[in-house]
């Protein structure tokens, strides 16, 4: 069972990039050992690259995500990513859109 999850889009206007597309979450600092899930498409094939951070520890380095215009991420067909954190690792999504579009992305942060 997800200890939490955190669920958004992120809209880009136009090219740019986003350092942190969870900031702002209460669940981006682990408390306990967890295991972590995330799930994420983009609206235009190409557009957007992801890199993942957890603590120190680099998961993802300009990750190409499938376009899913209309849809959220499904369980478990675009849930790419699965990474353990330990208690006091702060988790991290950068994003770098090449031109507009949406970062839809769910993480579902569950205890060890």
Same mark, same amino acid.
């Given at each position: 069972?997800?200890?939490?999850?955190?669920?958004?889009?992120?809209?880009?206007?136009?090219? !740019?990039?986003?350092?942190? /597309?969870?900031? *702002?979450?209460?669940?981006? @600092?682990? &408390?306990?050992?967890?295991? +972590?899930?995330?799930?994420?498409?983009?609206?235009?094939?190409?557009?957007?690259?992801?890199?993942?951070?957890? !603590?120190?520890?680099?998961? /993802?380095?300009? *990750?190409?995500?499938?376009? @899913?215009? &209309?849809?959220?991420?499904? +369980?478990?067909?675009?849930?790419?990513?699965?990474?353990?954190?330990?208690?006091?690792?702060?988790?991290?999504?950068?994003?770098?859109?090449?031109?507009?579009?949406?970062?839809?992305?769910?993480?579902?942060?569950?205890?060890?």
């Amino acid at each position: 069972m997800p200890a939490g999850v955190i669920q958004r889009d992120t809209v880009f206007a136009a090219a !740019g990039t986003n350092s942190n /597309v969870l900031a *702002g979450s209460q669940f981006t @600092l682990i &408390t306990e050992p967890s295991v +972590i899930s995330q799930g994420m498409t983009q609206s235009v094939a190409g557009n957007i690259a992801i890199g993942i951070n957890v !603590g120190n520890r680099m998961i /993802v380095e300009q *990750g190409a995500l499938p376009p @899913l215009s &209309t849809l959220q991420p499904i +369980i478990p067909d675009t849930f790419y990513f699965t990474y353990p954190a330990l208690p006091g690792e702060q988790l991290q999504i950068l994003a770098v859109a090449a031109a507009a579009g949406t970062l839809r992305h769910i993480t579902q942060i569950a205890t060890a």
